[in-house]
């Protein structure tokens, strides 16, 4: 086993395997700073307050989310901060949250209690959002070379701050090209930004549905240029056929030598039905990443290609794309 350590994680490569399409597939462990031993009373507390949870939900398998009954949602929901942060789904305020659960105040100024800072910081929702970033940031980083100055292009980018975290791995200077359908996501990426000491010269941001605006996208970017993607938390809301689409068109626009990086929700989740009724985070289609690979294929992209990346805290599937003809 190998291990890397960057400013915000450690990952450790656990296994390296193929698929049977050929495709190299990639086990890992991702630890952060709530991974140290301090936090091991706060971790196992989760632990069995979530495993509870999916006992109650396992008794009420067809029970809604927003079912009057739905005790597990209330649970979650008991702290204001808690249930300010809901109000944000499935935006990329949301997540910026599980990012930074050292922060004080939710926007709307609700203090983050401590409960809600320990659901952001050891649920699995909060370490599987932390290591797909994480991981992101370590394929990049592998691949991402002589490439002179990157062009990066995050669509779906929410508030930016995975891009920009991963961003601070590369000595190269870097063009950001931030996409989303939120506005208010997109201003806030600016002065996030500001946090990262980007140079305003080096930033666009365009609001933009990538199914709606799909031409205009396609517009945009190839203008741009870039020689790096990603779509971070964006597959789990797009159809079968939808992903193939995107996945096509966005390959095309890359160089050879060109890497893309996406993710889609494993069905592996070990809270999954807190994710979808407690939680009630809205609109996910969890896949088997075989599947996923199925997909990619299906988009045109050889097996030689592709690099399936798999944390071993099973919630999410990373998928890296390194374009060689």
């Known amino acids: 086993m190998s291990s ?6 450690s990952l450790t490569i656990q296994k390296i395997d193929r698929t049977e399409s050929g495709a190299r597939i990639v086990r890992l462990a991702v630890r952060d700073r709530f991974s140290k031993k301090r ?11 979530s495993n509870g949870l999916t006992l109650y ?25 808690m249930r300010a942060w809901a109000q944000h789904m499935p935006g990329g305020f949301a997540t910026y949250y599980v990012h930074n659960p050292d922060r004080r105040r939710i926007d709307n100024n609700k203090r983050l209690d401590l409960i809600t800072k320990a659901l952001f910081q050891h649920s699995y929702d909060g370490r599987g959002i932390r290591a ?13 070379v002589d490439q002179g100055r990157i062009r990066w292009v995050s669509v779906a980018s929410g508030t930016g701050q995975p891009t920009f975290d991963a961003s601070t791995a590369f000595v190269s200077p870097i063009d950001h090209l931030l996409i989303d359908s939120d506005q208010d996501a997109l201003d806030f990426s600016q002065k996030l930004a500001e ?17 709606k605006d799909a031409q205009k996208m396609d517009e945009v970017i190839a203008e741009f240029n870039p020689n790096c993607l990603d779509a971070m938390g964006l597959f789990e809301y797009l159809t079968e056929d939808e992903i193939v689409a995107l996945l096509r068109r966005l390959y095309a626009v890359l ?5 893309m990086v996406f ?13 979808k009724c407690a939680v ?46």
């Open 57 to 81: 939900l396992k008794t009420k398998p067809d029970m809604p989310a927003d079912a009057p009954n739905n005790y597990a949602r209330y649970m979650l929901r008991l702290t204001p901060a």
């Open 263 to 275: 993710t889609n929700m494993r069905d592996t989740h070990p809270n999954l039905d807190v994710h």
């Open 255 to 259: 160089p050879v030598g060109g890497v």
């Open 39 to 49: 936090y091991t009373l706060q971790r196992w507390a989760l632990v069995l307050f």
């Open 195 to 211: 946090e990262y000491d980007k140079n305003e010269d080096t930033l666009r941001f365009e609001n933009l549905n990538v199914i």
């Open 132 to 144: 797909r970033a994480h991981t992101m940031t370590w394929f990049l980083s592998k691949n991402l």
């Open 280 to 325: 009630a985070w809205p609109g996910v289609q969890e896949r088997k990443w075989k599947f996923i690979e199925a997909l990619i294929l299906e988009a045109g992209v050889s097996s030689e290609e592709l690099t399936i990346l798999l944390p071993d805290d099973d919630v999410y599937g990373i998928y890296g794309l390194v374009k060689s003809q």
């Open 4 to 9: 890397q350590n960057f400013n915000f994680f």
